[in-house]
């Protein structure tokens, strides 16, 4: 039995990274909000490789990561396949602090489609203090920015992103500050 | 011997709250950036009741603090007296799942002083995963908005709150959400 406070996850939002299996055996990771309400737990899912493996094989995982390269890479391009480990024959990433395995119920929409999540597997490796670095938060709205930036194209997400930017010159670590460099050349911009 | 590792302080600034004793054994709490650089320690602080109490007494204890009304508060008005427990005679906050006490040595500014930090006690209370909430990042970017906004009271810094408030009431849980009508309050905006 799962209980998902032992997740941390709380009402509202939480930002994690799903993987998921495509028909070919292929793992895929990609950041996806954790919606909770009540006991409930749902994800809403643009038309992309996560939502098609969702179909193809009902399961996501849950994975709670706090390396902001993973939520870079894995919004904007492909994590390596090193990253990830097999748990029972379904992907996880290796160096997540904890990740939750579900079984998925989805209603198909045009764009976006609503998939219910029933937890039936979860693991937790590292539990860690993590005080609030708003470098790192500035990476993961960054990194929001950016996947609508590569598909519009427009100035404004651009300038968001910038604005993050300076958060992150500002608080971040070197870490986040190499996440930055790695998320601009992943949306084709020089720095 | 504390290991600041334990604590999840990373290179980069941390948001913490940090509490003091004044000269009449009140306590004190405020948000404050704990640098770290290398293995050296460092806040930089406005002349506020928190450079006047460590000029007093030189201790701060950082409390590492996941709750959105504890920044809030702290940052605009002050927290609760029954919020505070005594570890050897100095306050740390009651319910914070972490704390590090530090020596501090300052180095009096005009406007800001340099605080180097060295830790002689610390605990960890409480050890959980904390998946990437927006919700509760988007209190904290607002919380520091909102002490610049009652000190210039300029419209700037309140459409960055509202900005910030956006992605709560998309992203935040009850807590987050209670949260921000808190801070609206506190700066004078009715909404």
């Known amino acids: 039995m799962i209980n998902i406070e032992d997740f941390g996850i709380r009402e509202g939002i939480s930002e994690v990274i799903?993987?998921?299996l495509s028909p070919d055996g292929i793992?895929?990771?990609a950041p996806i909000g954790l919606h909770r309400k009540g006991n409930r737990l749902f994800a809403r899912i643009y038309n992309s490789k996560t939502l098609d493996n969702i179909i193809s094989k009902p399961m996501a995982a849950a994975n709670i990561v706090y390396d902001p390269v993973l939520f870079v890479k894995s919004a904007?391009?492909?994590i390596e396949a090193e990253r990830f480990e097999f748990v029972d024959v379904f992907p996880v990433l290796k160096d997540a602090p904890g990740w939750i395995l579900f079984n998925c119920k989805y209603k198909k929409g045009k764009n976006v489609s609503v998939v219910e999540l029933k937890p039936i597997n979860g693991k937790i490796a590292i539990r860690k203090l993590q005080p609030v670095n708003r470098g790192f938060n500035a990476v993961i709205e960054a990194s929001i920015h950016a996947t609508r930036y590569v598909v519009f194209r427009?100035?404004?997400y651009l300038e968001r992103i910038e604005y993050?930017?300076?958060i992150v010159k500002k608080c971040g670590g070197a870490r986040e500050?190499?996440?930055m460099r790695l998320l601009f050349e992943l949306i084709g911009i020089m720095k």
Chains 1, 2 share one sequence.
């Open 18 to 20: 799903f993987t998921t």
């Open 76 to 78: 904007l391009s492909d």
């Open 154 to 156: 427009q100035q404004k």
């Open 27 to 29: 793992p895929n990771a």
């Open 177 to 179: 500050k190499e996440t």
């Open 164 to 166: 993050y930017n300076s």
